[in-house]
Nanobody, 123 residues
Framework: QVQLVESGGGLVQAGVSLRLSCAAS????????MGWFRQAPGKEREFVSA????????TYADSVKGRFTISRDNSKNTLYLQMNSLKPEDTAVYYC????????????????WGQGTQVTVSS
C-alpha cells in the first residue's frame, strides 16, 4: 500500500510556472513507476507524464511536451511536475499515481492514486 498526497496547485495567469509535488508514504516509493494525470470538468482523465522507478525513463503527452518536466527524488519519496508556460487549457485537477508497471500511460494500469490538486490558469 502507498499513500499519495499532491500539493502545489493554484490559480495562476497564463505563461507562468508551477511545480506540483506528490509526497508518498507507505511501501517503498522507489518500487513504483509514477505518473501524472489530469481531469478537466466534463472531460475524462488524461495522461500527462510518467517516470520509471529510477527516473531514467520519462514520457509525456504531446500537449505538454517541451513545457512540463517530470522528476522524482526517491530519497525524499517525492514526485514532481514542473509546469512552465502554462495555458488556460492546462486547467484541471492534477493527480499523481503509482504503478507496478515499468512505465504506463493508461489510468487503469495504476494501482494507487492521490486526491488531486487543482490548477487553474487564467488568460
Amino acid at each position: 500500500q502507498v499513500q499519495l498526497v499532491e500539493s502545489g496547485g493554484g490559480l495562476v495567469q497564463a505563461g507562468v510556472s508551477l511545480r506540483l509535488s506528490c509526497a508518498a508514504s507507505g511501501r517503498t516509493f522507489g518500487s513504483y513507476a509514477m505518473g501524472w494525470f489530469r481531469q478537466a470538468p466534463g472531460k475524462e482523465r488524461e495522461f500527462v507524464s510518467a517516470i520509471s522507478r529510477s527516473g531514467g525513463s520519462t514520457t509525456y503527452a504531446d500537449s505538454v511536451k517541451g513545457r512540463f518536466t517530470i522528476s522524482r527524488d526517491n530519497s525524499k519519496n517525492t514526485l514532481y511536475l514542473q509546469m512552465n508556460s502554462l495555458k488556460p487549457e492546462d486547467t484541471a485537477v492534477y493527480y499523481c499515481a503509482a504503478t507496478s508497471f515499468h512505465i504506463a500511460i493508461i489510468p487503469t494500469n495504476y494501482n494507487y492514486w492521490g486526491q488531486g490538486t487543482q490548477v487553474t490558469v487564467s488568460s
